[in-house]
Protein backbone atom coordinates (compact mmCIF):
# COMPACT_ATOMS: atom_id res chain seq x y z
CA UNK A 1 0.00 0.00 0.00
CA UNK A 2 0.84 3.56 -0.30
CA UNK A 3 3.44 5.15 2.47
CA UNK A 4 3.62 8.19 4.39
CA UNK A 5 3.85 11.62 1.98
CA UNK A 6 4.77 14.73 2.61
CA UNK A 7 3.87 17.89 0.59
CA UNK A 8 6.05 19.95 -0.38
CA UNK A 9 9.26 17.58 -1.47
CA UNK A 10 11.06 21.00 -1.47
CA UNK A 11 10.31 24.40 0.07
CA UNK A 12 12.36 27.59 -0.04
CA UNK A 13 10.92 31.06 1.45
CA UNK A 14 12.28 34.15 3.15
CA UNK A 15 12.75 35.02 6.37
CA UNK A 16 9.98 36.04 8.50
CA UNK A 17 7.18 34.61 6.05
CA UNK A 18 4.78 31.97 6.94
CA UNK A 19 4.96 27.86 5.77
CA UNK A 20 2.70 25.19 5.85
CA UNK A 21 4.18 21.53 5.37
CA UNK A 22 1.78 18.46 4.65
CA UNK A 23 1.79 14.90 6.29
CA UNK A 24 -0.56 12.02 4.38
CA UNK A 25 0.30 9.50 6.94
CA UNK A 26 -0.46 5.14 6.15
CA UNK A 27 -4.27 4.45 6.04
CA UNK A 28 -5.67 3.49 9.48
CA UNK A 29 -1.96 4.64 11.23
CA UNK A 30 -3.35 6.25 14.60
CA UNK A 31 -0.38 7.93 15.35
CA UNK A 32 1.56 10.39 13.45
CA UNK A 33 4.78 12.18 14.51
CA UNK A 34 6.58 15.76 13.25
CA UNK A 35 10.61 15.27 13.33
CA UNK A 36 13.06 17.77 12.37
CA UNK A 37 16.59 17.01 11.00
CA UNK A 38 19.29 19.49 10.60
CA UNK A 39 22.35 19.01 8.54
CA UNK A 40 24.65 16.58 9.88
CA UNK A 41 22.25 15.49 12.76
CA UNK A 42 19.64 12.86 13.49
CA UNK A 43 15.85 13.23 13.34
CA UNK A 44 15.33 15.34 16.62
CA UNK A 45 11.04 15.00 17.96
CA UNK A 46 8.70 17.79 17.56
CA UNK A 47 4.92 16.76 17.89
CA UNK A 48 3.14 13.42 18.25
CA UNK A 49 -0.77 12.88 17.37
CA UNK A 50 -3.05 10.42 18.76
CA UNK A 51 -6.60 10.67 16.65
CA UNK A 52 -6.98 14.27 16.53
CA UNK A 53 -5.09 15.67 19.70
CA UNK A 54 -1.58 16.49 20.26
CA UNK A 55 -0.25 13.64 22.82
CA UNK A 56 2.95 14.97 23.28
CA UNK A 57 4.14 18.97 21.77
CA UNK A 58 7.33 18.88 24.48
CA UNK A 59 9.45 18.88 20.93
CA UNK A 60 8.78 22.12 19.64
CA UNK A 61 11.04 24.39 20.14
CA UNK A 62 8.77 27.66 20.51
CA UNK A 63 5.36 29.38 19.99
CA UNK A 64 6.27 30.03 16.06
CA UNK A 65 5.62 26.39 15.66
CA UNK A 66 2.43 24.58 15.69
CA UNK A 67 1.26 21.65 14.32
CA UNK A 68 -2.76 20.37 13.33
CA UNK A 69 -4.24 16.93 12.79
CA UNK A 70 -8.45 18.04 13.04
CA UNK A 71 -9.39 14.72 11.16
CA UNK A 72 -7.22 11.97 12.41
CA UNK A 73 -5.75 11.26 9.21
CA UNK A 74 -3.64 14.71 7.49
CA UNK A 75 -1.58 16.50 9.61
CA UNK A 76 0.08 20.24 8.32
CA UNK A 77 2.91 21.71 10.62
CA UNK A 78 2.72 25.75 10.56
CA UNK A 79 5.65 27.72 11.14
CA UNK A 80 5.17 31.53 11.53
CA UNK A 81 7.92 34.11 11.29
CA UNK A 82 10.28 31.99 9.58
CA UNK A 83 14.02 31.90 10.72
CA UNK A 84 17.01 31.29 8.62
CA UNK A 85 17.66 28.36 11.99
CA UNK A 86 14.63 27.01 10.31
CA UNK A 87 15.98 25.68 7.90
CA UNK A 88 16.17 21.59 7.82
CA UNK A 89 14.37 18.61 6.55
CA UNK A 90 11.02 18.24 8.02
CA UNK A 91 10.09 14.29 8.67
CA UNK A 92 6.75 12.78 9.03
CA UNK A 93 6.24 9.36 10.78
CA UNK A 94 2.94 7.43 11.31
CA UNK A 95 1.85 3.79 13.15
CA UNK A 96 -0.64 2.17 14.17
CA UNK A 97 -0.48 2.31 17.69
CA UNK A 98 0.31 -1.75 18.54
CA UNK A 99 0.39 -1.95 22.46
CA UNK A 100 1.52 -4.41 24.26
CA UNK A 101 4.32 -5.05 20.83
CA UNK A 102 5.71 -2.03 21.10
CA UNK A 103 5.28 0.04 17.55
CA UNK A 104 7.10 0.95 14.75
CA UNK A 105 7.01 4.31 13.67
CA UNK A 106 6.99 4.11 9.38
CA UNK A 107 8.84 7.58 7.36
CA UNK A 108 7.84 9.74 4.61
CA UNK A 109 10.37 11.26 2.49
CA UNK A 110 10.66 14.50 4.15
CA UNK A 111 10.26 18.42 3.25
CA UNK A 112 13.54 20.36 3.04
CA UNK A 113 12.73 23.81 4.14
CA UNK A 114 15.31 26.29 3.24
CA UNK A 115 14.35 29.94 4.80
CA UNK A 116 16.51 32.78 3.09
CA UNK B 1 17.35 12.37 30.44
CA UNK B 2 17.48 9.64 27.62
CA UNK B 3 20.38 10.22 24.66
CA UNK B 4 21.46 7.55 21.99
CA UNK B 5 25.11 7.57 21.36
CA UNK B 6 26.73 6.50 18.19
CA UNK B 7 30.48 7.18 18.26
CA UNK B 8 31.56 6.44 15.12
CA UNK B 9 30.53 9.61 12.55
CA UNK B 10 32.04 8.05 9.69
CA UNK B 11 33.18 4.57 8.51
CA UNK B 12 34.49 2.94 5.51
CA UNK B 13 35.01 -0.55 4.75
CA UNK B 14 36.10 -2.31 1.32
CA UNK B 15 33.13 -4.01 -0.58
CA UNK B 16 32.83 -7.86 1.25
CA UNK B 17 34.06 -7.16 4.64
CA UNK B 18 31.96 -7.54 7.69
CA UNK B 19 30.69 -4.37 9.27
CA UNK B 20 29.65 -3.29 13.15
CA UNK B 21 28.25 -0.20 13.82
CA UNK B 22 27.92 0.79 17.36
CA UNK B 23 24.89 2.12 19.78
CA UNK B 24 24.88 2.83 23.42
CA UNK B 25 22.05 4.50 24.42
CA UNK B 26 21.19 5.93 28.14
CA UNK B 27 18.01 4.79 29.82
CA UNK B 28 16.91 3.79 33.29
CA UNK B 29 14.95 0.73 31.93
CA UNK B 30 14.91 -1.47 28.64
CA UNK B 31 13.71 0.80 25.75
CA UNK B 32 12.37 -0.35 22.52
CA UNK B 33 15.48 -0.14 20.55
CA UNK B 34 15.76 0.64 16.16
CA UNK B 35 18.20 0.50 13.36
CA UNK B 36 16.86 2.73 10.51
CA UNK B 37 19.11 3.76 7.36
CA UNK B 38 18.73 6.57 5.07
CA UNK B 39 20.12 7.07 1.77
CA UNK B 40 20.41 10.26 0.44
CA UNK B 41 17.14 11.93 -0.66
CA UNK B 42 14.89 8.71 1.00
CA UNK B 43 13.10 8.69 3.81
CA UNK B 44 13.97 6.43 6.90
CA UNK B 45 13.36 2.85 6.15
CA UNK B 46 13.77 0.28 9.24
CA UNK B 47 16.46 -2.30 9.76
CA UNK B 48 15.22 -4.26 12.62
CA UNK B 49 13.85 -3.46 15.80
CA UNK B 50 13.92 -5.32 19.63
CA UNK B 51 11.14 -5.25 21.83
CA UNK B 52 11.23 -8.28 23.93
CA UNK B 53 13.09 -11.99 23.86
CA UNK B 54 15.45 -12.97 21.59
CA UNK B 55 18.69 -10.08 22.00
CA UNK B 56 19.84 -11.17 18.58
CA UNK B 57 17.43 -9.60 16.20
CA UNK B 58 17.63 -10.04 12.22
CA UNK B 59 16.47 -7.36 10.11
CA UNK B 60 16.23 -6.63 6.58
CA UNK B 61 19.29 -6.80 4.14
CA UNK B 62 21.07 -9.08 6.15
CA UNK B 63 21.75 -7.08 9.00
CA UNK B 64 21.40 -7.79 12.55
CA UNK B 65 21.79 -6.29 15.79
CA UNK B 66 22.59 -7.69 19.49
CA UNK B 67 20.65 -6.16 22.27
CA UNK B 68 23.50 -6.05 25.28
CA UNK B 69 21.95 -5.06 28.63
CA UNK B 70 25.10 -4.93 30.38
CA UNK B 71 26.40 -2.62 28.02
CA UNK B 72 23.65 -0.69 26.77
CA UNK B 73 23.99 -1.51 23.63
CA UNK B 74 22.51 -2.15 20.70
CA UNK B 75 25.07 -2.80 17.78
CA UNK B 76 24.36 -3.42 13.94
CA UNK B 77 26.05 -5.91 12.05
CA UNK B 78 26.36 -7.36 8.59
CA UNK B 79 28.90 -10.15 7.67
CA UNK B 80 29.44 -9.24 3.49
CA UNK B 81 28.70 -5.57 2.96
CA UNK B 82 27.92 -4.74 -0.50
CA UNK B 83 28.03 -1.41 -2.18
CA UNK B 84 24.52 -0.59 -2.33
CA UNK B 85 24.83 -0.24 1.78
CA UNK B 86 26.22 2.69 1.35
CA UNK B 87 23.73 5.35 3.33
CA UNK B 88 23.79 6.61 6.99
CA UNK B 89 22.68 4.51 9.64
CA UNK B 90 20.28 5.73 12.74
CA UNK B 91 19.98 4.19 16.16
CA UNK B 92 16.76 4.66 17.82
CA UNK B 93 15.52 4.59 21.48
CA UNK B 94 11.35 4.43 22.25
CA UNK B 95 10.43 4.99 25.66
CA UNK B 96 8.75 2.03 26.95
CA UNK B 97 5.44 3.58 28.88
CA UNK B 98 4.77 -0.70 30.16
CA UNK B 99 4.13 -1.44 26.72
CA UNK B 100 3.40 1.77 24.40
CA UNK B 101 5.95 4.27 23.33
CA UNK B 102 6.62 7.29 22.48
CA UNK B 103 8.57 9.45 20.47
CA UNK B 104 12.05 7.99 18.58
CA UNK B 105 15.38 9.48 20.24
CA UNK B 106 17.78 9.21 17.62
CA UNK B 107 21.49 8.85 17.51
CA UNK B 108 23.67 11.51 15.33
CA UNK B 109 24.20 8.70 12.77
CA UNK B 110 26.77 7.10 11.39
CA UNK B 111 27.82 7.64 7.71
CA UNK B 112 28.80 3.95 6.26
CA UNK B 113 31.08 4.49 2.91
CA UNK B 114 32.19 1.46 0.81
CA UNK B 115 35.29 1.07 -1.00
CA UNK B 116 34.99 -1.45 -4.27
Known amino acids: GAGVSQTPSNKVTEKGKYVELRCDPISGHTALYWYRQSLGQGPEFLIYFQGTGAADDSGLPNDRFFAVRPEGSVSTLKIQRTERGDSAVYLC??????????????FGPGTRLTVL | AQSVTQPDIHITVSEGASLELRCNYS??????LFWYVQSPGQGLQLLLK??????LVQGIKGFEAEFKRSQSSFNLRKPSVHWSDAAEYFC??????????????FGKGTKLSVKP
Open chain 2, 92 to 105: AVALNYGGSQGNLI
Open chain 2, 50 to 55: YFSGDT
Open chain 1, 93 to 106: ASSPLQAGEGDTQY
Open chain 2, 27 to 32: YGATPY
